[in-house]
């Protein structure tokens, strides 16, 4: 569905990625409208599939989970088989919170968020235990300088 984004639901959008947990009072007082517009124009942007599930960003330090490792694995195999069995073994680990599929010399790279290095040594090995892979480096994360999710709107 094609939808037309004006510079109010860009304003809307900009608003929710700050906090979406806000009211829709506060929403609509920072965009200069009243409830019930912003209300529509969410419903709209939500079914059109510009704006997804609202979920939470958690503390990962104050949970436990203090290293992040950016895994960079390079492989052999590109059949569509193995594509199958690597995909799937990632998507059930929750350890990976992001992988990505690059072009160059390094097929895939993956952010891990774990306890510690031994946490990171427990899914290497269960990984390298399911699917065939030609070489892996980890670096870990000495210091996270930005993250965010919200697009430049």
């Not at 304003?11 to 929710?16: S, V």
């Not at 059109?48 to 490792?69: H, M």
Request: aromatic share 8%.
């Amino acid at each position: 569905m094609a939808v037309r984004i004006d510079e109010t639901d860009r304003k809307i959008m900009a608003e929710l990625q700050r906090d979406a947990g806000r009211s829709l009072d506060d929403i609509a007082k920072a965009v200069g409208s009243s409830k019930t517009p912003v209300w529509n124009r969410i419903r709209k942007l939500r079914e059109a599939g510009i704006i997804g599930p609202q979920t939470v960003r958690l503390d990962a330090d104050a949970l436990g989970f203090e290293a992040c490792f950016f895994v960079l694995i390079r492989t052999s195999e590109h059949e569509a088989e193995w594509q199958r069995t690597f995909l799937a073994a990632l998507r059930a680990r929750p350890e990976v919170q992001e992988a990505h599929r690059l072009a160059g010399d390094i097929d895939y790279i993956l952010k891990v968020r774990v306890q510690n290095a031994r946490a990171y040594d427990a899914f290497y090995q269960a990984l390298i235990s399911e699917v065939k892979i030609y070489n892996v480096t980890a670096l870990l994360s000495m210091e996270e300088i930005k993250s965010t999710t919200a697009l430049p709107l």
